[in-house]
């Protein structure tokens, strides 16, 4: 930009006041970034990120039942789904051109034990509902997740011993679940406890077994985050966690521990990484994206679906907008899709267009 001598008078300011004003500032108008926004058509033309379909994985949560849905009352909107409903809410998934799904267990607090017994069991939700899915709607990819937190009577991921949470002990139980998510037919393992050395052990088992198409989405840079509230709501654990999850997820003050966490579980086998939370941590996105340059992902958790859904219920903002705007911060800040319990209703927006 020049700055003096003040290039003016310009034919485009129309009036003398508006003129005198523009010399009396030195107003530099050679630059007018508004000129590419001045109709749809200029500002679709210079979009740098755009939004599709593509970049969903809509999170499920299951219930014993039959034809049973009942609501989460922390997430509006959102529901628990007997099995047979999850597979129905599966095919609309399907048609809708949603990617995949991520299952996510409320389990019966009578099956829950200290040593999360019910994550491998054959016969439970998870394995029942990814079985169903996929003998109805093959072609919708099925993540499932790793930690044995809806499983425990005390609600932490991992196996305990008094206050501590056991890492080793608890890498081979989840392995073991693991396995048996694989064998029911999941595409993606998600381990989302964040114990050490969990995405190698994984690998290591689902490749034995040979499952080395299975892939591994690994919640490499997961935080101790206020934003899963709701979540716990949904599965059930909120009431029974002891503690907090401190000493296995990331401190919130920290940033390049992230990029520790994603290398290791990239040397470790991972196949794609996420971030979670999801717009609290977008510089985590980035920076991730920027230094890997893997397939990388965000969730949008419970809570931050939970503060769109109350503000729009409110009327306090408009839900569908702040809905939209959220999900294309993800992928401004480079992710290549997110997690989001707002995937049907973000499926179903863009279809209308
Ligand atoms: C637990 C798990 C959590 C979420 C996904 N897997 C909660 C936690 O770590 O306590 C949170 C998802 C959300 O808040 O939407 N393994």
Redesign the pocket.
């Known amino acids: 930009m020049s700055s003096s001598p003040t290039p003016f008078p310009r034919p485009n300011a129309r009036d003398a006041a508006a003129l005198e004003y523009a010399v009396e500032a030195r107003l530099d108008l050679r630059h007018r970034l508004r000129r590419n926004r001045k109709s749809d058509w200029a500002r679709r033309l210079v979009r740098e990120n755009t939004l599709t379909v593509d970049d969903l994985i809509w999170?499920i949560f299951l219930v014993e039942g039959r034809a049973h849905r009942e609501p989460v009352a922390s997430m509006p909107g959102v529901f628990r789904l007997s099995v047979d409903e999850a597979a129905a809410e599966a095919e609309r998934a399907a048609e809708l051109g949603i990617p995949a799904l991520a299952l996510?267990p409320f389990t019966d607090p009578a099956l829950r034990d200290a040593h999360g017994s019910e994550a491998l069991n054959e016969g439970n939700l998870v394995c029942r509902a990814t079985k169903l899915i996929k003998e109805r709607t093959p072609q919708i990819g099925i993540v499932t997740?790793v930690?044995l937190?809806?499983y425990t009577s005390h609600g932490h991921?991992g196996l305990m011993e008094g206050e501590r949470i056991l890492n080793d002990e608890t890498v081979a139980t989840l392995a073991a679940q693991a396995l048996l998510q694989a064998r029911m037919g999941a595409d993606v393992i998600a381990p989302?406890?964040m114990m050490d050395g969990r995405v190698g052990a994984i690998r290591l088992a689902l490749d034995d077994a040979g499952f080395h198409d299975v892939q591994i989405m690994a919640?490499a840079a997961?935080y101790a985050s206020a934003?899963?509230?709701?979540?716990?709501d949904a599965v059930g654990?909120s009431k029974t966690?002891v503690g907090d999850?401190r000493t296995y997820?990331m401190d919130p003050a920290n940033a390049r521990e992230a990029l520790r966490e994603v290398a290791l579980d990239l040397e470790e086998g991972a196949d794609m990484v996420m971030v979670?939370?999801g717009l609290a941590y977008l510089d985590i996105c980035w920076r991730v994206k920027d230094t890997f340059g893997v397939p990388t992902f965000a969730?949008q958790?419970?809570?931050e679906?939970a503060m769109i859904a109350a503000a729009a219920e409110r009327g306090w903002i408009d839900g569908e907008r702040a809905m939209t705007e959220s999900l294309l911060a993800f992928k401004r800040a480079g992710c290549d899709g997110v997690l989001t319990?707002f995937a049907p209703r973000v499926a179903e927006a863009l279809r209308r267009g």
């Open positions: 999170p996510f997740d930690a937190d809806p991921d989302s406890d919640y997961k934003f899963y509230g709701p979540f716990r654990t966690l999850k997820q979670k939370p969730y958790v419970s809570g679906y319990y």
